[in-house]
Antibody, heavy 123, light 110 residues
Framework: QVHLQESGPGLVKSSQTLSLSCNVSGDSISSRDHYWSWVRRPPGKGLEWIGSIYYSGSVYYSPSLKSRITISVDTSRDQFALKMMSVTTADTALYYC???????????????WGQGVMVTVSS | QSVLTQPPSVSAAPGQKVTISCSGD????????VSWYQHLPGAAPKLLIYDYTERPSGIPDRFSGSKSDTSATLGITGLQTGDEGDYYC???????????FGSGTTVAVL
């Protein structure tokens, strides 16, 4: 049974860089059938996709965030990470990592999620 | 503002049925498979439906999905108080080259 666990500071100052990690257990991050993703949910708002990465390093970013984010993968440690620069209070949210099944048939399923980590950006 | 439009809220009495619509266009729902996610208070989001109509193992058949042109629908029958929470559709948008979630619908059990 795959398990994902987010980690990182719960409080970040405005204009600084937010850094989160997701540890994957019960599955290899080098799985050919999966991408590894970050999703967030700001207070009072809906889910927002941040970006996804394949074990090879191929990455997709949200157009609205791509200028500020970097997602990386460490296959030796079965971890992937998110860095978000120049954060503002609008980046305050619950951040989730997720395993995503993708196939050539067009399916994209966020099939397994971590429990989430609350990140507050202070002004 | 999401490119996938859902009603803000739906409600019904215990045991009744609710449906949640998700409206998009040819660059998302019309082309790519839709999933539905349940996000209950204090819990991680959960995949309910994938490929428009398929249920992952362990998801009860009270949950169902359908698709028509550029819209998708989630149905919940036998509504339970434990179903109260937020529900989202999601799919890849080929025009944006991005995954998009719907605006979200809050389900209330009266």
């Amino acid at each position: 049974q795959v398990h994902l666990q987010e980690s990182g500071p719960g409080l970040v100052k405005s204009s600084q860089t937010l850094s989160l990690s997701c540890n994957v257990s019960g599955d290899s991050i080098s799985s050919r059938d999966h991408y590894w993703s970050w999703v967030r949910r700001p207070p009072g708002k809906g889910l927002e996709w941040i970006g996804s990465i394949y074990y090879s390093g191929s990455v997709y970013y949200s157009p609205s965030l791509k200028s500020r984010i970097t997602i990386s993968v460490d296959t030796s440690r079965d971890q992937f990470a998110l860095k978000m620069m120049s954060v503002t209070t609008a980046d305050t949210a619950l951040y989730y990592c997720a395993r995503v099944r993708v196939s050539i048939t067009g399916t994209t399923q966020f099939e397994t999620w971590g429990q989430g980590v609350m990140v507050t950006v202070s002004s | 503002q999401s490119v996938l439009t859902q009603p803000p809220s739906v409600s019904a009495a215990p045991g009744q049925k609710v449906t949640i619509s998700c409206s998009g266009d040819d660059s998302n729902i019309g082309t790519n498979h839709v999933s539905w996610y349940q996000h209950l208070p204090g819990a991680a989001p959960k995949l309910l439906i994938y490929d428009y109509t398929e249920r992952p193992s362990g998801i009860p058949d009270r949950f169902s999905g359908s698709k028509s042109d550029t819209s998708a629908t989630l149905g919940i029958t036998g509504l339970q108080t434990g179903d109260e929470g937020d529900y989202y559709c999601g799919t890849w948008d080929s025009g944006l080259d991005a995954y998009v979630f719907g605006s979200g619908t809050t389900v209330a059990v009266l």
